[in-house]
């Protein structure tokens, strides 16, 4: 009997120990690994991203000059498609791909997953859509995504272009996934993150064949797309337009400045290329070919490139004369075909002796050379380095040789060689006849055109600027940056400006003046050309000015690669943007055609390819 | 309500039908709630699964209204008959069944469709109380245990060529019945040991098996006999003769000898002086030992064969899944994955009744039938599946006690098979859904959908509910 009952003990001992091992387990997974929980979300939640539509960009007069327009990418869901096949050529010719191209897009969409979707084609046009669902096409359907439109076409490099975000912009910033694009350059890239928006999830519940049945818990979970906050550009479409036209079959750079404020008025990288190159379907191949063209269209000249000043820089040793009290602008120097001491400086033929003036007006070398000398041989500093120091000094204080903090990211220093450089190329034994070619802005120096632009700007204003900017308003913000409304200050007074004011409106409106050609009656235009030697061939060709003489409302700096005089190219376009800026037409019709139809060899360019 | 014809039985257990009731509700939501499709037209869909088994848990309680109120005599009567009938109905599935799955083991009979092996465990359950309830029965007596082989042989044949492995592995839940009344223990120590061989056979080297056996079977071996000094000797001499063996054919005679075969030609040697001392001190218990030990060792050699060569595919591969060996969420181990997910997303209260986005958008496979289980756990959550089980608890050790309250044997050996039963099915079906257990296709009582299996349930409860009302 003992047995029995123990038997009958041991029975029920095993069930409960049966069940109590049960409960254990569930207590387990149920409550203490919470891997299960999220298994279940990755089965049952589909975390659906919308894709905000990029911002828009105007010109200064609420012109379009980038659009987002509606783009859609096809995609596949390998499992849903129809077994029995479909009509391929039809899609292929829709989707605007080979049949090779859509096997291969629908094997590595196989790959990927067969549950998922996945991208086969991107940015197709409207039309295709329109045409995509017109066909009944199982398992594919399309995406609405945005892509960039360029009405104006102008303004490649300075607008920059949108490209597919790589690893390493994933791993920088957390809010890129795989396939999202953004800027790469100009403006696009400064404002990323104002003209992407916000990109919004939609949590959705799907059944086991990835069908969505609901919204998940009534969309508590989701959140909202904000769209791109749109731009407003300082750029005035009609005289970028302009000036790209102008510059068609050169190798250069336009920058104008507004000067009352530092907008930038027009940026002219030439060539250019027509920004709808690198949007849709031939964006690849297009991109490649501006790559690999040697004139580098893809490059933003007028904030990348450095180049040699040349003549134009002779206005700031002429400010600094004055400011040091070493120059007085009646004092006159003689030139017989240049500067004599030392190794010499040549100059062109005019009359001598000339005073402040004239000299700017005529850009007479060896005026600028007496007046370098004075300047770091002052004995006020003891010693020709100690008054280099100063002179340096003075110079980046017109915001050379340093980043101005414009919103382009990729903007070029320049650069002004300073005391160690001389000592140590020189071994320490230098003066101021060994560094005479700065006098007229040549040798070491090196500055960018948006950096021309500003100098021509500081000299419309007499003595200050505004830092350089290309965007005038952030949509939905009262301000920018508070640093673009600051005044920065030269180290040059005011009033020492007037005789080089003096001398730039002379060299436009004087016989014999450098300028002449880019005279527009009743504009009163000052201007000085240059001339700058370089390395790579012939001088190249530039002209820096503004206009009116009084509250001017322009300044421009025009650089021609290799175009020989400033007075031959660049001061004639100069002033046909001046004219076209401040009269809104042009009188000369016969120059602008002029100018286009100058087509200028550059066998240092065309040679590499 | 269903015992109200029953006036005169009022001893009828009457908390262990409220459980099966609630048992029953319970697993109704919960198939409701398997099938829920919200997207489906407002009302109630008789044609549906729910509505379907709806009609079956009607037909259910009418039929356990009319057990409750027929004579019990009847049911001892009966038994023969009945087990004859349901074997022929079973037997007929081989010729005219219908194959559901790769099984033949359903009847059609016009709208509904029967699986008489469901119904042959209450003709088994019922014949053999009466066959061992016989005054010459004995389960020492080999031929009244050739009799009891024949009574589940015979049905278990059936079923296993019909084949429905699941619904033959059923048939071992007698094995509690037959400890109640007093089969020999080492049939279940023999039973625990090849479980544990076979499983261990897959984390263990050979030889390592060995010496575990050895180990398990000396120290069972000194507790039972209380002889722990010979004992300790004897290990010490295994390891070390085996040990000397297998340096000195390795590193002296420069013979190759795995130690596996080492330790067996130690073992197997030592039997003999092994077998003497346990005449000598007349501990007989030892020779079974000796042979539980020879056994276990035999079949651990013949694990693989039988694991690759009288195993299917999918069952190698369940099994492979649920030790941790092979894991493939996307074939094989799918199910279950895919099952644990569903029950562990419940958390402790559940996500809430018809909330369950595992179970309502089919991401777990036959979630009404095999896997209905998953709705309680992922809808219920702990909370849920612990009272769940607990209820199956009570039910099965209220049976338990029933056939322990004073009676004839009859009533005792039904009430216990029944337990068998339901204890087999629950643990094999939930241990199958949180991965305890491998996937064996068999229904959790009163949940899963399928009419044969609620009504057969049902009929065994409510037989013992019968068997056990109106005593004294």
Known sequence: MMEKQKRVFTLRLVVVAIFLVIIFRLFHIQIIDNSYKEAADNNALRYEVQHPPRGEIYDRNGEFLAQSVASYDLMVTPREMSRDGFDTVTLCRIAGISKERLERELKRANNYSRRRASVIVKQMPIESKLLFDEGNYKGFHTVYRTQRSYPRKIAGSLLGYIGEVDDADIERDPYYRSGDYKGFSGIESAYEEVLRGVKGTKVQVVDVHGTVKESYKQGQYDTPLVPGVALTSSIDAELQAFGEELMEGKVGSIVAIEPSTGEILMMVSSPGYDPDQLVGRERGNNYMDLLNNPRRPLYNRAVMTRYPPGSTFKLVNGLIGLQEGVLVPSQKYPCHGGYTIGRGVKCHDHYSPLALEPAVATSCNAYFCYVLRNILDNPKYGSVKNGFDKWEEYVRSFGFGRKLGSDFLSEYGGYVPDREYYDKTYRGSWNSLTVISLAIGQGELGCSPLQMANLAAIVANRGYYYIPHVIKKIEGQDSLDMKYYEKHYTMVDSKHFDPIVQGMYDAVHTEGGTGRVADVPGLEVCGKTGTAQNPHGKDHSTFLSFAPRNNPKIAISVYVENGGFGSTVAAPIAGLIIEKYLTGSIERTWLVDQIKNTRISYPNYDRSR | ?472
Request: charged content about 10%; glycine content about 8%; aromatic content about 14%.
């Open chain 2, 1 to 472: 309500m269903i015992g109200a014809g029953s006036t005169k039985n009022n001893r009828a257990d009457w908390l262990s039908v409220l459980v099966f009731i609630a048992l029953m509700v319970i697993g109704w939501a919960n198939i409701y709630a398997a099938v829920y499709d919200e997207t489906a037209t407002a009302g109630f869909a008789w044609g549906s699964q729910y509505g379907m088994q709806l009609i079956w848990i009607c037909v259910s309680l009418l039929v356990a209204g009319v057990i409750l109120l027929i004579d019990k005599i009847y049911i001892h009567q009966w038994t023969y008959p009945i087990y004859v009938v349901l074997f022929l109905l079973l037997l007929s599935t081989l010729v005219i069944g219908k194959e559901v799955n790769g099984a033949k083991a359903w009847l059609v009979l016009g709208p509904v469709s029967l699986q008489p092996a469901e119904f042959m465990k209450f003709g088994v359950s019922l014949a053999l109380a009466r066959y061992m309830s016989e005054y010459s029965f004995s389960l020492r007596n080999p031929s009244s245990l050739l009799g009891v082989g024949l009574l589940m042989a015979l049905p278990m044949g059936v079923i296993m060529l019909q084949p429905d492995m699941g619904s033959a592995i059923v048939y071992c839940s007698f094995l509690v019945m037959f400890y109640r009344e007093g089969l020999n223990e080492w049939v279940y120590y023999i039973l625990c040991v090849v479980v544990g061989v076979f499983i261990l056979s897959f984390f263990l080297t050979s030889s390592v098996l060995v010496l575990l056996l050895l180990l398990v079977c000396v120290v069972w071996q000194a507790i039972a006999n209380r002889n722990p000094r010979e004992s300790v000797i004897y290990l010490a001499a295994v390891l070390l003769i085996s040990g000397a063996l297998y340096f000195g054919m390795n590193y002296l005679l420069m013979k190759e000898l795995t130690y596996y075969s080492a330790l067996l030609w130690t073992i197997i040697p030592s039997l003999l002086p092994v077998a003497i001392y346990a005449f000598r001190e007349r501990l007989y218990s030892i020779y079974a030992f000796m042979m539980l030990l020879v056994g276990a060792i035999f079949f651990s050699s013949a694990v693989d064969y039988v694991f690759n060569d009288m195993l299917a595919i999918h069952q190698q591969k369940r099994i492979l899944d649920l030790l941790g060996i092979e894991q493939d969420t996307q074939n094989w181990g799918y199910n279950v994955n895919q099952s644990k997910i569903a029950i562990g997303s419940g958390g402790f209260s559940g996500k809430g009744f018809l909330e369950g986005t595992q179970t309502k958008y089919d991401f777990v496979p036959e979630q009404s039938t095999d896997f209905i289980f998953c709705t309680v756990g992922e809808e219920w959550g702990f909370v849920g599946t612990t009272i769940v089980l607990a209820l199956f608890a009570v039910l099965i050790l209220r049976l338990m006690r029933m056939g322990e309250r004073q009676g004839e044997p009859f009533k005792r050996i039904y009430c216990y098979s029944v337990a068998g039963i339901f204890l087999f099915h629950v643990a094999i079906n939930v241990g199958m859904t949180i991965g305890l257990l491998p996937v064996i296709g068999i229904p959790l009582p009163l949940f899963s959908y399928g009419g044969s299996s609620l009504l057969a349930f049902t009929v065994l409860f409510f037989v013992a509910v019968k068997l056990d009302s109106g005593e004294e």
